[in-house]
């Protein structure tokens, strides 16, 4: 069982954004700067603008504590289905024309197999066709919420794409460089999206159930998962959001009351193969982080599942750490990789690189933890991170940071146009990598969990030099029999 009692869960950043247009009480928050509280206690207006050059702050988007929770609660975010106006290219934004495709109808009922044996106690949603399919048979009512809909994008909707270029000009080349800031009708949508996307948690964290499913859009789906654990408007497109694609959200009582732990469990779990194309911008730069499996038979079965994943792209170098574990996994994906262009016989068998790296590893950090805490099989719970002592996160974070430069050295190559990293570690790693991806600091890493097995992408629309956009987080599905159930398969108010 994934036990989630949860220990410390600091929320420890550096600078804070507040999107607040009406007064509240004071809270407070921790800064990792001095170590010292800051109460809040004025209302805020959004700020006239965001990062410059590009850059990713890591800064807490705060609008107002979560609500407390009695028990451990779940929240299941599913995107719709192709949409018609998905098909066509058009800015949907909050209108209410479009229907599902028969494409979108098959995605839909691909995610209610997902999801058949998975317990729920409610359903919210803005996506009424999406939602029934999924839902089923189940007895249970479906809560429509008006702020689950789709992002207000007022004069553009309905338009094409080359419609909105045409007539708008700057302001659409804004839209699409610059969101954030972006400005039309005398509106902010995505500052507007963030505050309402932070208004439905309230609603759903208040209402007396334990495993939840939300169907939603995109946009606001990206905006509750980034409200959800802190990131602000300067995350939007960064956290990907595919039609029926399924997020996951852990949520934990705090002994003392006040805003529960929260954890991403995972993010974009589609029901086709993370690493086709489909949803977000395409791009020619990617890497791949694969949690290695565990020891024994069950990790080979594992490596060799990962294995056959990875076939969908052609992988120019596995970069693992120098622990066995890892190394034999890297060297199952590489022999299937090179077996699979060499099926003829004429053909020549194509290389793939394989390197080690002591900045993946984790056995010194993770066995402190494992002397503190007890056996391995409970290093994995959501949040695990968050139990290490200070010295020790520092230490993970520190080296994973030296990691990353070396990947983006790696997928920099420009005599290979489209780099495929494929990177072999640690969970705990990963999870710090993705960190350093996001600009964010040693502080988060509680707030995500990877399991192992499991695969996560980013991929570099704009190159190596730009940023990062997470496709996929914690993806299991490929291990089939083994694969970690999306909902808690027990009744247990602590675990999962």
Known sequence: MLSLAAASFPIHHNRLILYRTTPS????????????????????????STPQDGEISSELFVSAPFPPIKGAKRVVLVRHGQSTWNAEGRIQGSSNFSVLTKKGESQAETSRQMLLDDSFDICFSRSKRTAEIIWGDREEEI?????????????????????????????????QLDAPNFSIDGHYPVRE???????????????????????????VNQALVATAIGLGTEYFRILLQSNCGVSVLDFTPRAEGGSPYICLNR?????????????????????????????????YLQSQKIAELLLDLQVSTIISSTEDVSVDTSVAISRVQEAADCLGADCVPRYVELKRSKDLDATDILQQLNEQEGSEGQLLRPGFLNRFDDESLSALWDQSGKAWETLLNEVS???????????????????????????????????FHLDAGSISVVDFPDGAAGRGVIRCINYTAHLGRWAIPITRPTADDEEF
């Open 413 to 447: 190559d420009e005599s290979d146009p489209e780099k495929v990293a494929v990177v072999v570690s640690h969970p705990a790693v990963h999870i710090a990598l993705m960190g350093h991806c996001l600009k964010l600091t040693k502080e988060w890493m509680g707030s």
């Open 25 to 48: 009480p004071p809270f407070t928050v921790r800064s990792s700067a001095s170590g010292g509280v800051q109460e809040i206690q004025e209302s805020f207006t959004p700020p006239p």
């Open 143 to 175: 809560l429509t919420d008006s702020d689950l809909r789709e992002i207000d994008l007022y004069s553009f909707q309905g338009l094409l794409k080359h419609e909105g270029k045409e007539k708008f000009g700057d302001s659409f080349r804004q839209w």
């Open 267 to 299: 993010l974009n779990q589609t029901p086709s193969s993370p690493l086709a194309s489909g949803g977000g911008r395409k791009a020619s730069k990617r890497i791949v982080l694969v949690c290695h499996g565990t020891m024994q038979v069950f990790g």
């Open 193 to 219: 999206l963030w505050a309402r996307a932070r208004n439905c948690w309230d609603r759903i964290l208040e209402h007396e159930s334990r495993s939840v499913l939300v169907v939603a859009h995109n946009a």
